[in-house]
């Protein structure tokens, strides 16, 4: 025997210790504890994936795979700040395309955009090649080859999204486009879900989908170690 509180058999090979534990009181100031970060995650994860960062800027890139209700928040977003040109973003449709005179997402926004109300002039749709993932990041490479390629003295963009998808899509492009152009961010609030975003199928959805995306790109995802084609 080792002292009072330990006690060896079978020649040294086997040892008893006693051990603290929690007591149901213990247990239930953990799972209260458990709780109350849920809950404040749950509180506090919606705002942080729908950031809002604007920069001033007169070049506003808009994700072309949006609805039309995010298009018209764009426009007015453009209108209101006055900016000089609206870019276009997105891949080959994923359905419909052999029924539409636009096979893009790009070239669909760009049209959905001067349709409501933009000048042909003020709207330019850079498509980029049907990628099976990361389309975000190949959209942001397209617009960062347009950019380079074009007369254009362009040092700041500021990038309209949809709601939780926002975080994600700024982190990409700004990993793309910077140090060369400085990216903002403006989010277009969902109508289908608010704050309370459990309280709804799409929300649940979205929030949970779109925090473990960006989790993958924060920690995992760097472009360099991919090779895309634009």
């Not at 749950?42 to 994700?63: A, C, K, N, W, Y």
């Not at 002039?121 to 389309?135: D, G, H, L, T």
Request: proline letters at 3%; charged letters at 20%; hydrophobic letters at 45%.
């Amino acid at each position: 025997m080792n002292g009072k509180l330990t006690v060896e058999k079978f020649w040294g090979l086997v040892e008893y210790k006693p051990q603290w534990g929690l007591t149901l009181r213990g247990w239930l100031f953990v799972l209260f504890l458990l709780l109350s970060i849920i809950i404040c995650c749950g509180l506090s994860i919606h705002p942080f994936l729908r950031v809002s960062q604007p920069l001033d800027t007169e070049v506003m890139v808009v994700e072309g795979w949006v609805r039309d209700e995010v298009i018209q928040g764009a426009i007015a977003e453009f209108q209101d700040k006055n900016y000089r040109l609206m870019i276009t973003t997105g891949d080959e449709l994923g359905r419909g395309k052999y029924l539409s005179e636009y096979k893009n997402f790009a070239n669909l926004a760009a049209a959905t955009a001067i349709a409501l109300g933009l000048d042909s002039s003020q709207v330019v749709a850079v498509p980029n090649m049907k990628v099976a993932i990361n389309r975000t990041a190949a959209s942001a490479e397209a617009v960062k080859q347009w950019l380079m390629a074009s007369d254009l003295t362009v040092n700041t963009i500021n990038l309209y999204s949809y709601d939780v998808h926002t975080r994600r899509s700024w982190l990409i492009f700004r990993r793309i486009l910077e140090p060369e152009i400085k990216v903002g961010v403006i989010p277009f609030p969902s109508s289908y879900y608010g704050r309370a975003w459990w309280q709804t199928s799409e929300g649940v959805k979205s929030v949970i989908l779109e925090t473990m995306s960006y989790v993958y790109v924060k920690f995992i995802w760097r472009p360099e170690n991919e090779r895309i084609d634009s």
